[in-house]
């Protein structure tokens, strides 16, 4: 049972996997841990960013259809690749990106590149996250591409996380950090203030996300976002994702729960993996 009170209401029915449709029926994921040790040298958060990332490529074999992630540590993901395929050490594989910032990059790099449309079975996608919980559920979007990277990360056979160790956290919205909603441009603050008031019990704010010139910040599907901030973390990811796709005029949330098959988080102390 949902532990968040809210009043049912017959509206947009949320386009996220249901918990009926998860990929495993595991109770609690497994880890291993490799011995990739930080050097006596600190790291970076970029350097530790990378480590999970190439580890993660190591998972992609010739003939893959590959979702291609956005953000700084997805970045590193299509780079790699990239770097592969120059070099002939992986051929025969074609990329679905999730962002026009992600095609580009792709493009520049000579990855062959595919839609949906023609390729609707995804082998492997790679992405990172903005949380990552102990349920390996996440927080995403904070980069503005959720709705393009939900779409093709739904589809992937497998879908590999990659983060730092900051991104960990015992409950979603448990950073204090955005939770991103999608929504149409049409009466946006409509939506910004039924989405604060249905979160008043974690103590939720609802901002408009802006760019640089202070103007609407507006996604590569010409929509706008608004940023929840919690206080305290959601109790329950599912009832919370269900009640803000209830909402006419949300496009998107930023809760993908359900559809990690594994997590590779890269730390002071090495490399771990998580499965489900």
């Given at each position: 049972m949902?532990?968040?009170s809210?009043?049912?209401s017959?509206?947009?029915?949320?386009?996220?996997?249901?918990?009926?449709?998860l990929?495993?029926?595991?109770?609690?994921?497994t880890?291993?841990?490799?011995?990739?040790?930080a050097?006596s040298?600190a790291?970076?958060?970029?350097?530790?960013k990378?480590?999970?990332?190439?580890?993660?490529?190591?998972?992609?074999?010739?003939?893959?259809?590959?979702?291609?992630?956005?953000g700084?540590?997805?970045?590193?993901?299509?780079?790699?690749?990239?770097?592969?395929?120059?070099?002939?050490?992986?051929?025969?594989?074609?990329?679905?990106?999730?962002?026009?910032?992600?095609?580009?990059?792709?493009r520049?790099?000579?990855?062959?590149?595919?839609?949906?449309?023609?390729?609707?079975?995804?082998?492997?996608?790679?992405?990172?996250?903005?949380?990552?919980?102990?349920?390996?559920?996440?927080?995403?979007?904070?980069?503005?591409?959720?709705?393009?990277?939900?779409?093709?990360?739904?589809?992937?056979?497998?879908?590999?996380?990659?983060?730092?160790?900051?991104?960990?956290?015992?409950?979603?919205?448990?950073?204090?950090?955005?939770?991103?909603?999608?929504?149409?441009?049409?009466?946006?603050?409509?939506?910004?203030?039924?989405?604060?008031?249905?979160?008043?019990?974690?103590?939720?704010?609802?901002?408009?996300?802006?760019?640089?010139?202070?103007?609407?910040?507006?996604t590569?599907?010409?929509?706008?976002?608004?940023?929840?901030?919690?206080?305290?973390?959601?109790?329950?990811?599912?009832?919370?994702?269900?009640?803000?796709?209830?909402?006419?005029?949300v496009?998107?949330?930023?809760?993908?729960?359900?559809?990690?098959?594994?997590?590779?988080?890269?730390?002071?102390?090495g490399?771990?993996v998580?499965?489900?």
């Amino acid at each position: 049972m949902a532990s968040l009170s809210f009043v049912s209401s017959s509206h947009l029915t949320l386009r996220a996997p249901s918990p009926n449709n998860l990929r495993s029926s595991s109770p609690r994921p497994t880890s291993v841990s490799f011995s990739v040790k930080a050097q006596s040298v600190a790291l970076s958060q970029d350097d530790l960013k990378k480590l999970a990332a190439e580890k993660a490529v190591e998972s992609i074999k010739p003939g893959m259809v590959l979702g291609l992630g956005t953000g700084s540590t997805a970045a590193f993901a299509v780079d790699q690749i990239g770097k592969l395929l120059s070099s002939g050490q992986l051929h025969d594989i074609v990329g679905i990106p999730t962002s026009k910032r992600t095609e580009d990059q792709a493009r520049s790099l000579g990855i062959p590149l595919v839609a949906l449309d023609t390729h609707p079975r995804i082998d492997l996608a790679i992405d990172g996250a903005d949380e990552v919980d102990p349920n390996l559920d996440l927080v995403k979007g904070r980069g503005g591409a959720l709705l393009r990277e939900k779409m093709v990360e739904a589809v992937a056979e497998r879908f590999i996380v990659v983060a730092d160790d900051t991104k960990l956290v015992k409950g979603l919205g448990g950073s204090g950090l955005a939770m991103p909603v999608e929504v149409v441009q049409f009466c946006w603050k409509f939506n910004l203030v039924r989405l604060r008031d249905l979160f008043k019990e974690f103590g939720c704010e609802a901002k408009l996300r802006v760019g640089e010139g202070g103007e609407a910040y507006v996604t590569d599907n010409s929509n706008f976002i608004i940023d929840l901030y919690f206080k305290e973390p959601l109790k329950d990811g599912f009832a919370a994702g269900r009640e803000i796709g209830k909402f006419e005029g949300v496009v998107e949330h930023g809760l993908f729960l359900g559809m990690a098959t594994s997590v590779i988080i890269a730390g002071k102390n090495g490399v771990e993996v998580m499965n489900k």
